[in-house]
């Protein structure tokens, strides 16, 4: 039905149509180009996860960890390339075929087990002391502090640092738990800060670091994402409505019980979007955990050969992350791309899941939760 | 059953504390050098680990610069470098009370490569001198295709960028033209990219299908030209002090057994016997 | 009756029961569990306010020790002479940057008007590859041979197989291959050709020594090259005095400069080791201590003999000695320049690109007077031992324009290569995102229906997840080459900087940096545009404006202050990224060079990031390297904590 008002196609309506198409084009330039990359990486990562054979999925590329790869061809002119373990099997299996041109290349065989144990490692240990103090923090400032001036200006900092560059947190992490953690040892090094004796005992107490290590990379990732958590987990504790509280005290309950009993249970589930949402950051951060706890290589999983908690927390481990920055420094050659791409397949489709989950989460919370 | 928990976290936690002294694990931790640790040392790992199978060797390769800093730290056992340790090192390690032992790992040619279809094809010392500290900035200068040219180097923790500014530029300072880039194989990879662009890399990488070397002062990087070739130097391995037990073992295999040697040349590098050899060939011949 | 009281039991038992409850919880615990809980809670806030803090002063801390560090090393170069040697590199370089230039000229003049004869030496080098690629095992053998009838023969042979070897390369192949030195390049005359050959052959025979005549050729094209030559002969030599004073002043003071630097610094590790024992010796009852300071000791007795007496009055006065014959070589510099450029003015220039670059070269000359003249006055004010202020290294931190790490000269840690790099790159990507992300928030909130918006905006803000390290490595793997590509497009020729040489450049991090840009200010725009009150759109629809006008002129001005602060925000974010820097920046240490106008995005820059990041690894704790690399995290951190703080009180008022 033609609006009986509209007068004829005016400057004024082909402006707005001008001005709404670019805009139109605008946002979906955006949407493309995520598509591009998106598709582009899935398209090239993907097919690296699985294989002709049965049982049709890559096994080998997450039970391994990265390995030399193997690339050669026979006399006949084919062309194989495995990791150089199943290549030293494969020749004594083929003692008649002639090997022309191989090449060895680093850390493109194999798998990406390793530094996906060493994320979900970082990640783990992270989100542990992350989330037990910035809960707690943020329970602190909604519950327990009032609103006066001081407190609103912690807020506000503790807002500011969310903002903070990562390589600042790295640089951070690199002088603090590095090089200056405090640890009990017999013999203390020579750069320590500070050496003192420990207790009764013939150790010491030495200021001397943690070295590259999973707990340094794990306090530095928390510290970085604590500001996040704790802004997050306040707003939600906030968001639960004074006559939650007002009814329990009216009851008869201490503050505790009215925290544990009326107000967490309904913060609960913005706590855990916070630690999601949390994860998703930690999780795709490279700068921190590359200063302060990575290897490029590494002949065990980190569970392997550790003697002891202690020993367990201060190895240096790989990171899928830095993984990926080792690989973008290799050559652009195609024995090595179903390595890159397939790394940082796996690598979105793990961040992407958890911000996914968090989003998911946060559009459920909104819908559920409403008073 | 609250205090059991509580019990067994303290027992834990002391457990842990008194870990803290004792643990020490057979590890080894290589660090320093990327000529050195993105191939080769990598690939000598994989060989030796075959025959010690319960060790564990950790290789983090950044440059030499940071074998100096980790060594002296104490977080390596063995550091990797594509130079000789600098005066200021050595000083740090002296006023720690440590001291540095060198092993030389390999002999090495710094190969400079341009692009493929860049036709210059030597250069003098004093031109790639030129080259790398500025003051000659178009190919048409040394005999190339005019153009501007793109100079890529390693960053400044690498030991090939030191020995480098030693070995051609008698140590004067890199313009500041030059791209830093993070090991080797960025440097090949921009150079195989860019018609006008040099770069300098370890012998090893000096081999790609779309970038190749020129001659210095009319000498190509070949192994029988070692003597004669004006960028060739050594890579070292350092331990502080000299080296015990399982380092040790893995120190005498990477540079004298047979089965490392034939991994160092087949990477591109001159294993230390083949080098000295030559250099005594000629040695003598002069 | 009885139902009231029921109630009223069952009320008491109930509370009742919640105190009993209490008191068993409280059992053993003499405080009230609410106290207890109260600090535990306010134990981990205050731990965490703690550590936030503890960053912000550790950073300080470690930042603030760079200014007097610094200062004693400038102090240390100004008493050594580095700085006056620093005046005259600043003469040296400009002649150098001038000189290629005239240089250039030549060579290309050079090329027009002898191309038969400047063709031998790229046939001979062709050649000579053929020989080198071809004939290395019969070369080997003739070597090998001893001097005699066999030798000759073998000679013999082997020219005859340069000769075969070098004519299987066929003659237009030949030509392609000179073409792509020589453009100008028509013809390859059989003479060049044949001489060309002979001088193969030389080379083989003698052991691949190249022989003297081809680097003769070059000079015998020079001489008949007239005036021209002349005045190129002229500056090529005119800085020889110059460059001498300079050698000379650099050696004496570089080891002035590593003397002292190096007894500094054993001196400092002597205090602190010495230091480390009064404190030990303070608790004599640890026998672990007595080792400990026992060893302390060895090591100060090995160090103390490692200090250096230097007599720095001695070698400064070398120094000024050869100051003192600075300005007659400066001078004699520029009058030789002068002869040569008038030569220059002289001598007949026949192609055009020569014309140019001599009159690029004559506005540079200027140039290089001015900078002459105003290191002369400099170098004659130049007093060793002028204190170096605190302020001095504050300035030469911030507006020094060399970042020199890993030098075998002198450290030098300028911020300004890397402050405008990482600001340039912000700007770019910020140009990209700026009118994409608003744009999209605009639709978005007040045109895009509801299903479209629905996916829309997740979509968006689901972008913010990809991990910039993912796309840094696409970056590298896939855009640099599309740009690279698209840049060499014939029909984009007309914008700036294109055709891009360097495949990491401005550009290319700008784009990448861009994308990750983009949610960030859709995110918080998009919010800002949402919190206009509903009532001003609908008087502006009332009174008959279209949806156009209502958005950009009602609901856009009032919700303005929260999109600027969604776009700083925006750029806080860019300017702190480290990895997609680190990894397509192309990390030049230079400051970028303007004069390009925009075609400055085609260039390489290094960031304040992306140096962190690369050289974190070769420093260890307490030097000053370090400590330079802590400044410039703590500029970031400033950077982005003013960023914030504006733009979270902007976003806190509007959200009032």
């Known amino acids: 039905m033609s609006n009986p008002f509209q007068t004829k196609q005016g400057w004024n309506q082909r402006k707005e149509r001008l001005s709404f198409w670019s805009l139109r084009i605008c946002t979906y330039i955006i949407i493309a180009a995520a598509i591009f990359i998106f598709s582009n990486i899935f398209m090239k990562g993907v097919p690296t996860f699985f294989k002709a054979e049965a049982p049709y999925i890559n096994t080998e590329f997450f039970t391994e960890s990265p390995q030399i790869l193997s690339v050669w061809e026979d006399q006949d002119g084919q062309e194989y390339s495995m990791t150089k373990k199943n290549y030293e099997q494969w020749i004594v299996a083929h003692p008649e075929k002639e090997i022309i041109g191989l090449k060895n290349l680093t850390a493109s065989g194999g798998g990406i087990l390793g530094p996906l144990a060493g994320t979900f490692l970082l990640v783990v240990i992270c989100m542990i002391i992350a989330l037990f103090i910035g809960v707690s923090a943020s329970i602190y400032l909604s519950e327990y502090c009032g609103k006066g001036k001081i407190m609103s200006m912690i807020r506000l900092s503790i807002l500011n640092l969310a903002g903070v560059p990562s390589i600042v947190f790295a640089l951070f992490g690199l002088g603090v738990f590095c090089w200056l953690a405090p640890v009990i040892t017999d013999v203390p090094k020579d750069n320590a800060a500070f050496v003192c004796g420990w207790l009764w005992t013939d150790s010491y107490l030495s200021f001397q670091g943690w070295g590259t290590s999973l707990l340094a990379g794990s306090c530095t990732l928390a510290i970085m994402v604590l500001p996040v958590i704790i802004t997050a987990c306040e707003e939600s504790l906030r968001a639960v409505p004074k006559g939650f509280r007002e009814a329990s005290y009216a009851l008869g309950a201490t503050q505790w019980q009215t925290i544990r009993k009326s107000v967490l249970p309904f913060a609960i589930p913005g706590v855990l979007t916070a630690s999601v949402l949390g994860i998703t950051r930690v999780a795709g951060e490279t700068a921190p955990i590359m200063l302060t706890a990575t290897m490029s290589e590494k002949s065990t999983l980190p569970w392997e050969q550790v003697e002891g908690p202690w020993s367990f927390l201060t190895q240096s481990v790989q990171a899928l992350p830095f993984h990926i920055y080792t690989l973008a420094k290799f050559p652009d050659s195609e024995h090595v791309k179903p390595m890159q791409y397939g790394s940082i397949a796996a690598f979105l489709i793990l961040v992407m899941g958890f911000a996914l989950l968090s989003m998911m989460l946060r559009n459920r919370l909104r819908n559920k939760l409403k008073w | ?286 | 009756m009885k139902n009231k009281s029921d109630l009223a039991e069952s009320d008491s038992t109930e509370e009742v029961s919640f105190k009993r409850k209490r008191g068993f919880r409280l059992m053993g615990l003499n405080l009230n569990a609410d106290g207890a809980v109260k600090g535990f809670f306010g134990g981990n806030a205050y731990l965490a306010i703690l550590f936030l803090l503890f960053i912000c002063i550790f950073l300080f801390k470690s930042a603030i020790g760079f200014i007097p560090g610094y200062r004693t090393e400038l102090a240390e170069a100004r008493i050594s002479g580095i700085e006056a040697a620093n005046h005259i590199n600043y003469q040296l370089v400009g002649y150098d940057a001038l000189y290629t230039k005239i240089n250039q000229a030549f060579i290309n003049e050079r090329r027009d008007r002898f191309g038969d004869l400047e063709t031998v030496v790229p046939i001979y080098e062709e050649l000579e590859s053929i020989v080198d690629d071809k004939l290395e095992d019969e070369v080997d053998e003739y070597t090998e041979l001893d001097d005699g009838d066999k030798k000759e023969a073998s000679a013999l042979a082997l020219k005859e197989s340069i000769k075969n070897a070098s004519a299987k390369l066929s003659r237009e192949a030949l030509l392609k291959k000179i073409k792509a030195r020589l453009p100008e390049t028509d013809t390859i005359s059989d003479e060049a050709y044949a001489r060309a050959l002979i001088y193969a052959e030389q080379y083989a025979l003698n052991d691949y020594e190249t022989p003297d005549e081809i680097s003769r050729i070059p000079a015998m094209i020079n001489e008949q090259m007239g005036g021209f030559y002349k005045a190129v002969e002229a500056i090529k030599h005119s800085d020889d005095d110059l460059r001498q004073i300079y050698a000379s002043i650099e050696k004496k003071s570089q080891v002035t400069y590593r003397t002292i630097s190096n007894n500094r610094k054993n001196q400092e590790s002597i205090d602190e080791l010495s230091k480390n024992i009064e404190s030990l010796d303070t608790d004599p009852s640890n026998k672990r201590d007595s080792t400990r300071s026992a060893a302390m000791t060895k090591r100060i007795a090995e160090l103390k003999p490692k200090i250096v007496d230097i007599d720095t009055a001695e070698n400064i006065k070398f120094v000024y000695n050869e100051i003192s014959k600075h300005d007659a070589a400066a001078d004699k510099m520029i009058s030789e320049f002068q002869v040569g450029v008038d030569l220059l003015a002289k001598a007949e220039v026949k192609t055009e690109k020569s014309e140019i670059l001599i009159k690029e070269s004559s506005r540079l000359f200027d140039e290089l007077k001015e900078i002459s003249n105003e290191r002369k006055s400099l170098l004659a004010e130049w007093n060793h031992e002028k204190p170096v202020t605190l302020w001095n290294s504050v300035t030469a931190f911030f507006f020094g324009a060399d970042w020199k790490t890993g030098s075998d000269r002198q450290n030098l840690y300028g911020l300004m290569p890397l402050f405008t790099g990482s600001l340039l790159i912000s700007l770019v990507a910020m140009l990209f995102a700026v009118p994409l992300a608003i744009g999209a928030a605009i639709y978005v909130n007040q045109f895009a229906t509801k299903r479209e918006a629905g996916f829309l905006k997740p979509g968006i803000e689901f972008i913010q997840a990809i991990p910039s390290v993912v796309l840094g490595l696409f970056g590298v793997l896939v855009v640099a080459g599309l740009l690279q590509g698209l840049s060499e497009c014939g029909w984009l020729s007309w914008v700036p900087g294109f055709p891009i040489q360097d495949r990491l450049n401005v550009l290319l991090a700008g784009i990448l940096l861009a994308f990750m840009a983009c949610p960030t200010i859709f995110t918080l725009a998009e919010d800002a545009l949402n919190n206009v009150p509903k009532a001003y759109t609908e008087a502006s629809l009332a009174m008959g404006a279209n949806k156009l006008q209502t958005a950009l002129k009602i609901v856009v001005p009032a919700s303005l202050s929260g999109i600027v602060a969604a776009i700083m925000l925006g750029f806080g974010r860019v300017i702190g990224e480290t990895m997609v820097v680190l990894l397509v920046a192309g990390n030049k240490a230079r400051i970028p060079d303007l004069s390009n106008g925009i075609g400055v995005i085609g260039e390489s820059v290094h960031t304040m990031t992306g140096i962190i990041a690369q050289e974190y690894g070769e420093v260890e704790p307490g030097v000053l390297h370090w400590k330079a690399l802590f400044m410039v995290g703590l500029v970031l951190f400033l950077i982005s904590l003013s960023i914030n703080s504006v733009c979270q009180r902007v976003i806190a008022k509007r959200s009032k």
Not at chain 2, 144 to 163: D, L, Q, W
Not at chain 2, 171 to 182: H, I, S, W
């Open chain 2, 1 to 286: 059953m609250k205090l059991k928990t509580f019990k067994t976290v303290a027992t834990t936690l002391t457990a842990s504390l008194v870990l803290i002294g004792s643990a020490v694990a057979e590890k080894i931790e290589i660090k320093g050098s990327d000529t050195l640790g993105a191939k080769l040392v990598p690939q000598l790992k994989a060989e030796y680990l075959k025959a010690n199978p319960s060790l564990t060797i950790d290789i983090l390769a950044q440059g030499s610069g940071h074998a100096f800093s980790n060594l002296v730290a104490g977080t390596a056992n063995i550091g990797m470098s594509s130079r000789m340790v600098k005066d200021k090192e050595l000083d740090n390690f002296a006023s720690k009370g440590k001291d540095l032992i060198e092993h030389v790992a390999a002999y090495d040619m710094i190969a400079v490569i341009v692009n493929e279809k860049n036709p210059v094809k030597k250069l003098s010392l004093k031109q790639i001198e030129g080259i790398f500290t500025g003051s000659i900035t178009d190919w048409s200068e040394v005999g190339g295709k005019a153009g501007a040219i793109s100079v890529y180097t390693r960053n400044t923790s690498s030991g090939t960028y030191k020995s480098f500014s030693g070995l051609a530029m008698s140590k004067k300072d890199y313009g500041d033209k030059c791209q830093k880039l993070e090991g080797n194989q960025p440097i090949c990879t921009e150079v195989s990219k860019n018609e006008n662009g040099i770069g300098y890399v370890g012998l090893a990488y000096a081999k790609g299908d779309d970038y190749k070397t020129v001659k210095v002062d009319g000498v190509s990087p070949k192994i029988s030209k070692i003597s004669k070739y004006p960028l060739a130097r050594k890579l070292y391995y350092y331990t502080v002090g000299e080296p015990k037990g399982e380092v040790a073992k893995l120190l005498t295999w990477m540079t004298t057994s047979e089965a490392a040697n034939k991994i160092v040349a087949k990477i591109g590098f001159v294993p230390t016997p083949v080098a000295e050899a030559a250099m005594k060939k000629d040695a003598a011949s002069e």
